[in-house]
T-cell receptor, first 110, second 115 residues
Framework: RKEVEQDPGPFNVPEGATVAFNCTYS??????FFWYRQDCRKEPKLLMS???SGNEDGRFTAQLNRASQYISLLIRDSKLSDSATYLC???????????FGSGTRLQVQP | DAGVIQSPRHEVTEMGQEVTLRCKPI?????LFWYRQTMMRGLELLIY????????DSGMPEDRFSAKMPNASFSTLKIQPSEPRDSAVYFC?????????????FGEGSWLTVV
């Protein structure tokens, strides 16, 4: 079983739609969680950290459910520029480096 | 501010040749990471350093791969001899520390093709 699992997609949605991605992680000792965004042929970039209480940044909302070991990302009012691959990322207490999911691809269509 | 700088950006080499990838982390960052990305396996951690010391190299695929960090501003990842299956994008990343809240910042990657 992979440490971090995501639905690869692609999710094809029209502009203005709301879309949600989920991610599950296997290590209950994981302590930090992030969403990264990766555009085609570019490096991953931090989108937002995920806090236990949930957090929002503009059109983006991230949630963490420690009991079920999953993380979610909600994007409201999708823009064409949101088209990218969204990577779920976890850091555990033992291995300090970040472990990446394989990503969920989003394509927002006009 | 300069981000993580990697070189070369693109390299095409023949099987059996030595490949050296270079990385300059963000100034002031104490942790450095090497990742490899392929379509099949996604982003995989190869090795990471803290204060120039290798902490975990369990992701290095085999003895053909080696990494060094001689000082706080420079690291290399070497493949010798290279094989076609090493073709991938190699990302270097850095962070201020290994503390849980610290995120990491990636360079633009080195695109390696071994023919």
């Amino acid at each position: 079983r992979k440490e971090v699992e995501q639905d690869p997609g692609p999710f094809n949605v029209p502009e203005g739609a709301t879309v949600a991605f989920n991610c599950t992680y296997s290590n209950s000792a994981s302590q930090s969680f992030f969403w990264y965004r990766q555009d085609c042929r570019k490096e991953p970039k931090l989108l937002m950290s995920v806090y236990s209480s949930g957090n929002e940044d503009g059109r983006f909302t991230a949630q963490l459910n420690r009991a079920s070991q999953y993380i979610s990302l909600l994007i409201r009012d999708s823009k064409l520029s949101d088209s990218a691959t969204y990577l779920c990322v976890v850091r555990d207490t033992g291995r300090r480096a970040l472990t990446f999911g394989s990503g969920t691809r989003l394509q927002v269509q006009p | 501010d300069a981000g993580v700088i990697q070189s070369p950006r693109h390299e095409v080499t023949e099987m059996g040749q030595e490949v050296t990838l270079r990385c300059k982390p963000i100034s002031g960052h104490n942790s450095l990471f090497w990742y490899r990305q392929t379509m099949m396996r996604g982003l995989e951690l190869l090795i990471y350093f803290n204060n120039n010391v290798p902490i975990d190299d369990s992701g290095m695929p085999e003895d053909r791969f080696s990494a060094k960090m001689p000082n706080a501003s420079f690291s290399t990842l070497k493949i010798q001899p290279s094989e076609p299956r090493d073709s991938a994008v190699y990302f270097c990343a850095s962070s201020f520390s290994l503390s849980s809240g610290n995120t990491i910042y990636f360079g633009e990657g080195s695109w390696l093709t071994v023919v």
